[in-house]
């Protein structure tokens, strides 16, 4: 399986942006690269997901590097309740080994302060 | 909306118990998944099911089970349980497509603890 490799920790102070970067050189063309994360005590919960373009949804934006050996993902103002692990996952097409579940390697710790 | 049912939340065992976890999909999701959550450690792929039959196997002991109903809600069986079981244990559902740009919806989790 293609492997992500984030940074362990993170901060950031309330209402300022984050870039939370994800390395994945390894990454196949038909891989999508997907960011899930777990606040505690919950189950983890989807973010957002991309292929080649840049994506934004109402939670996030995922900027995904023209050769896409990497992504960040971008939350424009943090907020307390953004604090949680975020995993950078990859997933392939039906018939890869990456196909169907979601492998969770390390992720990052967000801490926002207030 | 409708999100992913889990039930108990909360279970208690003994060692060498048995244990059913229940997981209720989102309306109209046709897989489910299955994760084991260790203190301190990362989601572990368990299982999965798509269509009620098994579409890939991760690292679940043999002591444990599942299927998948004709309702699609699914149920993990675990049995002979040991310490080492205690766990977060969650449950995804997913609309499957053939792409990798399935979204996964997790379940709140079951909380064993064995004793």
């Known amino acids: 399986d293609a492997k992500t490799t984030q940074p362990n920790s993170m901060e950031s102070n309330e209402e300022e942006p984050v870039h939370l970067p994800c390395n994945h050189s390894?990454?196949?063309?038909?891989?999508?690269i997907h960011w899930y994360r777990q606040l505690p005590s919950q189950g983890p919960e989807y973010v957002i997901h991309?292929?080649?373009s840049n994506v934004n949804n109402r939670m996030a934006s995922l900027a995904i590097a023209e050769d896409r050996k990497s992504s960040t993902l971008i939350l424009h103002r943090a907020t307390l309740r953004d604090a949680a692990v975020y995993y950078c996952?990859?997933?392939?097409?039906?018939?890869?080994?990456?196909?169907?579940?979601?492998?969770f390697g390390q992720g990052t710790i967000l801490t926002v302060h207030p | 909306a409708a999100g992913v049912i889990q039930s108990p939340r909360h279970l208690i065992k003994e060692k060498r118990e048995t244990a059913t976890l229940k997981c209720y999909p989102i309306?109209?999701?046709?897989?489910v998944y299955w994760y084991q959550q260790g203190p301190g450690q990362d989601p572990q792929f368990l299982i999965s099911?798509?269509?009620?039959?098994?579409?890939d196997k991760g690292s679940i002991p043999d002591r444990f089970s599942a299927q998948q109903f004709s309702d699609y809600h699914s149920e993990l069986n675990m049995s002979s349980l040991e310490l080492g079981d205690s766990a977060l244990y969650f449950c995804?559902?997913?609309?499957?497509?053939?792409?990798?740009?399935?979204?996964?919806?997790f379940g709140p989790g079951t909380r064993l603890l064995v004793l």
């Open positions: 991309g292929l080649t």
């Open positions: 099911f798509y269509e009620k039959m098994q579409s």
């Open positions: 995804a559902s997913s609309f499957r497509t053939s792409g990798g740009g399935e979204t996964q919806y």
């Open positions: 390894t990454i196949s063309g038909t891989d999508y």
């Open positions: 996952i990859l997933r392939g097409n039906a018939g890869g080994t990456s196909y169907g579940k979601l492998t």
């Open positions: 309306p109209r999701h046709d897989t």
